[in-house]
């Protein structure tokens, strides 16, 4: 069971926008920031988002997060085929644990 | 270019000792933490472990702490993780991760390898 909370998967149409949540606690992203990491098939994972909502440079504009109390959401428009992969949402928990937590994954297809 | 290359994986008895490598290169290694973060077969992301830059300061998950321990060697731009007691849940393709700062416990992973496969079976 994963400490952040994702959709197991999410789909629409090529051109189409798709959002995905990633719900925490205060202990986690209601007092860090959120970074999304995206895994093509059989690769590595690659960030995507950190800081909540800044893009790597190379990161298309499509690509968007934001965090709104112990929430996070990455929106992705104009969706390609090639953005069929797994998205994890990351973040710092300053619990007891003090650990990295993940959440379990979204797997996105495009129709 | 950033590059993180991993080795030391292979399949192992339960019980047994495996020890993990990553070379790093195309950035100043001792500037940034690192870490190690697990994939088993078919699920998500598990972060195993963090080092700061100089060493100074260490995390693991609960899950292999008394068990696996990270350590570094600026000198060869390396990174390692020594793992013991090793069960069958340990199962996972093992990531090198670099951190975007010196702290382990602060910032995201900013860029990751391609992963070391480790089996733990009898």
């Known amino acids: 069971q994963s400490v952040l909370t994702q959709p197991p998967s999410v789909s629409a149409a090529p051109g189409q926008k798709v959002t995905i949540s990633c719900s925490g606690s205060?202990?986690?992203?209601?007092?860090?920031?959120v970074s999304w990491y995206q895994q093509l098939p059989g690769t590595a994972p690659k960030l995507l988002i950190y800081d909540n909502n800044k893009r790597p440079s190379g990161i298309p504009d499509r690509f968007s997060g934001s965090k709104s109390g112990t929430s996070a959401t990455l929106g992705i428009t104009g969706l390609q085929t090639g953005d069929e992969a797994d998205y994890y949402c990351?973040?710092?928990?300053?619990?007891?644990?003090?650990?990295?937590?993940f959440g379990g994954g979204t797997k996105l297809t495009v129709l | 270019e950033v590059q993180l290359v991993e080795s030391g994986g292979g399949l192992v008895q339960p019980g047994r000792s495996l020890r993990l490598s990553c070379a790093a290169s195309?950035?100043?290694?001792?500037?940034?933490?690192m870490h190690w973060v697990r994939q088993a077969p078919g699920k998500g992301l598990e972060w195993v472990s963090g080092?700061?830059?100089?060493?100074?300061?260490?995390g693991y998950a609960d899950s292999v702490k008394g068990r696996f321990t990270i350590s570094r060697d600026n000198a060869k731009n390396s990174l390692y993780l020594q793992m013991n007691s090793l069960r069958a849940e340990d199962t996972a393709l093992y990531y090198c991760a670099k951190d975007y700062g010196s702290s382990w416990s602060k910032y995201y992973f900013d860029y990751w390898g391609q992963g070391t496969l480790v089996t733990v079976s009898s």
């Open positions: 080092i700061s830059w100089n060493s100074g300061s260490i």
């Open positions: 205060s202990s986690n992203i209601g007092n860090n920031y």
């Open positions: 195309g950035f100043t290694f001792d500037d940034y933490a």
């Open positions: 990351g973040t710092w928990d300053s619990s007891l644990s003090a650990e990295w937590v």
